[in-house]
């Protein structure tokens, strides 16, 4: 099964980006903390990111194995929630299973 975080929100009203946000009771930021229980279940993750936080996010698991940054795909750009699971989609040839996480 492949795992999906979707961190590419704009997070107008949190303010920051919440998928890099780390909360003062959390030892990792909130990407991370997804990608962490994902991969106990998944023999993927892809973490969907947008263009304001895909190098920070791909800095982030660059030595992580099987955990892939990726970005929104045309025609659905910065389209939502929507946009990150075509571009997750967009990855493979056959139909997959998905499993999504989200805060």
């Keep these: 099964m492949i795992g999906v975080v979707l961190a590419g929100g704009g997070s107008r009203r ?6 890099l946000y780390q909360f003062p009771n959390q030892s990792v930021n909130n990407a991370q903390l997804a990608v962490d229980k994902l991969t106990i279940l998944c023999d993927e993750v892809l973490v969907s990111a947008s263009s304001r936080n895909v190098d920070a996010l791909t800095e982030q698991f660059v030595h992580s194995a099987n ?3 990726i970005v929104d795909q045309p ?3 910065q389209n939502g929630p929507l946009s990150g699971l075509y571009a997750v989609a967009c990855r493979f040839d056959q ?3 998905f499993f999504d996480i989200s805060r």
């Excluded at 949190?14 to 998928?19: C, E, H, L, M, T």
Aim: without cysteine; proline residues 13%.
């Design 14 to 19: 949190f303010g920051q980006d919440k998928a």
């Design 95 to 97: 139909p997959q299973d």
């Design 75 to 77: 025609p659905f750009v």
């Design 67 to 69: 955990i892939n940054v």
